[in-house]
Every structure is written in structure tokens, then in C-alpha cells.
């Protein structure tokens, strides 16, 4: 709050700025022409036609893909014999799903998800067999990304007074983009991008021009990763492997970069110098 | 002689879907809304954009308008969280800030001789997100914790943008000073 009042006192009062600018733009009321009405217009009237479309395609589907399904269930028996119901209470009862089973485990009694129903009863818990309970767990472990993950986004690391706040993505920025373009649609300056290299040769140094890069999300990086993004950190990475990382002093632009690899993850960091006040005059 | 709808009838017709309704509801705050627009974005195809989805987010949600606050103070939240979401949407990218916010002593007494116009435009030359804090915080009055909640940032990373918005704001009226004096 301190640092604040300091700001507000030095560049005039909230009250000061929010008036200056209010006034600037009372009455500022820009036509956006006709045109906009006329598409809007048209927009609000194409979205109920277009809801009612999408329920009838719906609709459509869901009988068709009924149909199928009744069609396929019936082949192999004859349309004139009624259905066994032996083989309807073996399709009752739910097959473990593939990805879960070890096949090397499988005990020969249990049940196999294949077109032969499982010879045990449904009300079979699964806690009941402890090695198939022990494949399952052990293929859902293998199933999580990055186990042991820190959600970045409830982190705040700071380090040497310096505060790095990792800010989550937006979805969209896990699509496919080039680094100009990237360079291009950034509001403001570039401090850290994290990228998975696809082009890139191991050992080449890090360019920014014609290289395909794909941005990954934040939160998908492991606690080590994240650490990195502390200056304190970069600096000891930079003295133990100046090939890995490096840092570049760039006074001219007033900024020291740092640029890190962990495998295919590339981190470029760049840290701003406080700027050196000479409008005394 | 014109018959002017009091905006509870107008919320009404619309919540019943009626077209005159919404047309009458956009014809009184269209150009108002089309000013905020144009601070938040970078040109006029970007404010017509947020303008209309605005809009279409404001027929589609009126349901939700329970007439405790003004009309116009509702359409316009809508408009600057419509603004915030196409800024949301080009953002495709992350940003790990780590810089401090320094002050650049820019006073409001710098803007006061300049036009409406040359100040709209020194706003919309302002990279997105710098524009978006500033907009938040100095026309809207939104505190930094509220921004950071807004754009899913940090309140330090708002005061940083906020500072650096004042900074390029500054650099840009220096600049027109010089050429003005050449």
C-alpha cells in the first residue's frame, strides 16, 4: 500500500488521472456505423435457426446411431430365434477396460475385455483380487503426466528479492506457432518463453528467427523447471554449465537475458534494469 | 414525434426476445460503448469486433440483469470483460514478469494539453496488456488486486504493466515534443 501512495503522490492522485480522463471523453460517443447493426442484426436472428438446426442433426444422429447399434448387436443371430438369456446377463457385466489390465497378470478366471463375456459375477469387487487392484493402480499411475506435479499456477517463487510470478496460459497458447509471430502479437516486453524445440539440432545455440517453436503450458513443467525462472538460480546454472545457460548483459537495451535449456524445453528470461532518471534539467 | 423507451422496458422487450427491443437498446448505447471499446483495442475493426460480441453476450445474458445497478453501468462491464477476453484470446503466450515497477513520474498535467483524439491514439499504441491494466485502473478505477484477479495475473505484475504503460506513454509524448520542435 506504502509503494502505492509513493506512486500516487509522485503522478498525481487516482482522483487526478480518472478526472483528467473522464473529462477528455465525455461525450466521446464514435459512430461504428451502420454495418455493424445489419451483421449483429443478422447474428442475433441466425441463432435460434441455428440452434434448432443443431437439435436436428442431433436428433438425427442419435436414431441413426441407435439403428446401428440394434444391427450390429442382432448379427450372428437369427431374426426368427429370440436372443439367449445366457449371453444377455454376460453382456451385463462390465469388462475391465484394456488399459487397465497388465496381461501379464492376468489370473486365467478373471475377466479379459473381449467379445467372450467374463465368466464372473458382476458383484465381484475388484479390492477382492489384490493383483489385479495392484495393475490397475500401477497403469492409472503410469496414466498421470507428470506425477508429483506442483500446479504452477498457486505458485509464487521468489528469490533475492525478486519476485517471479508465473501467470497460467491462456488455452489457445498451446498452439503451434513460429517465434516471429510470436515476437509479433506480444503485448509488451517478452520476459520468459517456454518452448518445446522441435527443429533445433542439441548443442546449437538458440535462435529466434525461422525456428518453429510449440509453447507449452506452464503448468505441465515440474518443480525443478520452475525454479529455474529465479534469477538466483539462472545465475548458478550459468556458472556451472556456461553451455546450457548463458546470460547476456545487453546495456544498450538496459536488460541482462538469460537463456537456459533443460532438454527440449528452451527458457529465455529477461531481466530489466532499473532505469537511470537524467530529466533533472 | 419519437417514443423513448425507459430501459426497464427495453431490458423487458429484450428478455422476451423482442427484435425492436434490442434494436432500440443498441441504438442508445451503441456509440458510448463503442467509445470504450476503442480504449481498450488497438484500431476500429478490433472495437467493432468486442463491440458486437459485447453486444451478443448483452442480448444473450439480459436474462441475468436484475436492475440493481444502472443499464449502462451493466453493458459497459460487459464491454471491458468482452475487451479483456479478445486481448485473452490473441495473447498466445505466457509471461513470467520479474520486473519491478518503477515510477516514471509521468503527471496527468502532461496529457492535459492533448486532444481527445491524440490521447485515444496514445492509448490504443500501447501493447495490449499495458493498455488493458491501464484502462482497468485509471478510467475504471479497478485496484490492482481486482485486475490481477480479472486477467489472471499477479497484483505486482499489474502495478509493473500499469508503470511500464505510464513509461511508453511518456517516451511517445517526448518523442512528439521533439518532432513538434524540429
Not at chain 2, 463491440?51 to 436484475?66: D, H, P, T, W, Y
Request: aromatic share 6%.
Amino acid at each position: 500500500m506504502a509503494r502505492i501512495n509513493k506512486w500516487v503522490n509522485k503522478t498525481g492522485t487516482m482522483d487526478e488521472w480518472k478526472g483528467l480522463l473522464t473529462e477528455k471523453f465525455e461525450g466521446f460517443e464514435p459512430d461504428p456505423g451502420k454495418d455493424l447493426w445489419m451483421s449483429l442484426e443478422e447474428r442475433l436472428d441466425s441463432g435460434p435457426k441455428k440452434k434448432r438446426a443443431f437439435w436436428l442433426w442431433s436428433a438425427g444422429l442419435a436414431v441413426a446411431a441407435a439403428i446401428a447399434l440394434l444391427l450390429m448387436w442382432r448379427i450372428g443371430v437369427p431374426a426368427s430365434q429370440p436372443v439367449p438369456k445366457e449371453r444377455l446377463t454376460k453382456r451385463e457385466v462390465p469388462a475391465v477396460p484394456p488399459r487397465m489390465v497388465n496381461p501379464g497378470t492376468v489370473s486365467p478366471t478373471l475377466p479379459t475385455a473381449t467379445n467372450e463375456a467374463p465368466e464372473i459375477p458382476s458383484s465381484t469387487p475388484l479390492k477382492e483380487h489384490p493383483s489385479e487392484l495392484a495393475s490397475v493402480q500401477e497403469n492409472l499411475a503410469a496414466q498421470d503426466p507428470l506425477p508429483g506435479t506442483i500446479p504452477v499456477r498457486q505458485m509464487e517463487i521468489q528469490a533475492s528479492g525478486v519476485e517471479a510470478v508465473l501467470v497460467p496460459p491462456a488455452p489457445e497458447s498451446l498452439a503451434e506457432v513460429s517465434a516471429p509471430s510470436l515476437e509479433g502479437t506480444v503485448p509488451g516486453p517478452l520476459e520468459a518463453v517456454a518452448m518445446v524445440d522441435e527443429t533445433r539440432e542439441p548443442g546449437v545455440e538458440q535462435v529466434f528467427e525461422n525456428r518453429k517453436a510449440r509453447q507449452i503450458r506452464l503448468e505441465d513443467l515440474n518443480l525443478e523447471d520452475v525454479l529455474v525462472f529465479t534469477a538466483k538460480e539462472l545465475d548458478k546454472r550459468v556458472s556451472d554449465n556456461p553451455i546450457q545457460a548463458k546470460k547476456e548483459h545487453q546495456p544498450d537495451q538496459g536488460r541482462t537475458t538469460f537463456s537456459l535449456r533443460i532438454g527440449s524445453l528452451s527458457i529465455v528470461k529477461k531481466k530489466y534494469e532499473k532505469p537511470v532518471k537524467n530529466d533533472k534539467t | 414525434m419519437k417514443h423513448e423507451y425507459l430501459d426497464g422496458d427495453l431490458v423487458e422487450g429484450c428478455q422476451a426476445g423482442n427484435a425492436a427491443a434490442q434494436q432500440a437498446l443498441y441504438h442508445r448505447y451503441h456509440r458510448k460503448m463503442y467509445g470504450v471499446c476503442l480504449r481498450y483495442t488497438s484500431d476500429r475493426d478490433d472495437a467493432q469486433d468486442v463491440l458486437q460480441e459485447g453486444f451478443i453476450k448483452v442480448f444473450s445474458k439480459i436474462g441475468n440483469f436484475a436492475g440493481r445497478g444502472s443499464l449502462e453501468g451493466w453493458i459497459r462491464r460487459i464491454m471491458v470483460h468482452q475487451a479483456i477476453e479478445h486481448y485473452r484470446k490473441r495473447s498466445r503466450y505466457f509471461m513470467v514478469d520479474i520486473d519491478e515497477a518503477y515510477d516514471v513520474g509521468l503527471a496527468p498535467s502532461t496529457l492535459e494539453a492533448l486532444s481527445r483524439e491524440e490521447i485515444l491514439a496514445l492509448v490504443q499504441s500501447l501493447p495490449p496488456g499495458y493498455r488493458t491494466v491501464f484502462n482497468l485502473y485509471v478510467v475504471e478505477g479497478y485496484s490492482h488486486e481486482e485486475i490481477g484477479e480479472l486477467l489472471n495475473i499477479a497484483a505486482g505484475t499489474s502495478k509493473s504493466q500499469l508503470s511500464r504503460a505510464k513509461s511508453l506513454l511518456r517516451e511517445m509524448i517526448d518523442s512528439r515534443k521533439q518532432r513538434e520542435a524540429v
